[in-house]
């Protein structure tokens, strides 16, 4: 590994849920405030929208994080690959609850009952299903039906959705209509990149620039401000760097990384 070459405690770049490492960049700040809006005005539905990389699922950790720490029941979960069981299950042991082998109906009751509780309680509870544009037709179609169950002005529920911006019409009519609030993330800035990258290094245990400005430049033009690219190419343009015995990183480092290394368009 490059750690020992650049001085550094951690491998800053890797693309992982580790909240350390979460930058929060004034549209992710922006994305967190409406977040917490939607729980404490007690709305029920809200879109979590941004392309691929842009840090949709991080985001939503980092608000469950908060929500658990304020005392809050929160299931936080993906809808990739799921049938209506499976999802239900999740939701169950989230609460707090054992599903065991119990049927459609009984996993449905048991949810329900759980949320019937917190609402006697006076908690807020915050469902939030990520990858919800890639959910299947069987699985959105038990969303609606939570989306939908007591719409009371008493009904503490909020419910947040999140998928890539071009593909949540497959939400359908209905959760659109549903959705009180959208939240979309942006891609970044130069000054964002630029700000990340120090901070990041930082948090690694390196204080000195290892990036000079035109690669920090470079960096930012060929990931387009995507987070997630831009973390992949930071990590490769390290990995080479250490390779090459360079004490600072240049443009051209970035260059030949993203020609050369096999960089991923998302």
């Given at each position: ?6 001085g550094?405690?951690?491998t800053?770049?890797?693309n ?23 729980v ?10 941004g ?7 991080l985001?939503?950790?980092i ?8 005392g ?9 690959g799921l049938?209506?069981?499976e ?6 042991i989230q609460?707090?609850?054992?599903p065991?082998s119990r049927?459609?109906p009984?996993?449905w ?12 309680q ?7 299903l990520d990858?919800?544009?890639?959910a ?7 969303v609606?039906?939570?989306?939908q169950?007591?719409?009371s002005?008493e009904?503490r529920?909020?419910l ?12 359908g ?9 959208r ?9 964002d ?13 390196c204080?000195k620039?290892?990036f ?6 470079r960096l ?8 997630r ?7 490769l343009?390290?990995?080479?760097g ?12 970035v260059?030949s ?9 998302i």
């Amino acid at each position: 590994m490059y750690q020992s070459h650049w001085g550094l405690q951690d491998t800053p770049f890797r693309n992982r849920f580790d909240p350390r490492f979460f930058f929060e960049s004034p549209t992710h700040e922006e994305g967190l405030a409406r977040l917490h809006f939607l729980v404490e005005q007690q709305r029920r539905l809200g879109l979590l929208m941004g392309g691929s990389g842009t840090g949709k699922s991080l985001l939503l950790e980092i608000f469950a994080d908060q929500m658990r720490r304020r005392g809050f029941p929160v299931v936080c979960m993906s809808l990739v690959g799921l049938e209506p069981p499976e999802m239900l299950r999740e939701m169950a042991i989230q609460f707090g609850r054992d599903p065991g082998s119990r049927t459609m109906p009984e996993l449905w009751q048991m949810v329900l009952d759980r949320i019937r509780e917190y609402r006697y309680q006076q908690w807020a509870t915050v469902v939030l299903l990520d990858d919800a544009d890639q959910a299947s037709g069987a699985v959105l179609t038990h969303v609606v039906r939570l989306a939908q169950y007591d719409l009371s002005p008493e009904s503490r529920l909020t419910l947040v959705l999140a998928g890539r911006q071009e593909r949540m019409g497959r939400l359908g009519e209905t959760l659109l209509e549903l959705s009180e609030l959208r939240i979309d993330l942006q891609d970044w800035q130069r000054d964002d990149t630029e700000s990340y990258i120090a901070r990041t290094l930082t948090r690694a245990g390196c204080n000195k620039p290892l990036f000079d400005k035109p690669a920090i430049v470079r960096l930012h033009e060929l990931s387009q401000g995507v987070p997630r690219r831009l973390n992949q190419l930071a990590d490769l343009s390290l990995a080479a760097g250490a390779g090459q015995e360079l004490t600072q990183i240049n443009a051209e480092t970035v260059e030949s990384v993203y020609h050369e290394l096999g960089v991923v368009e998302i």
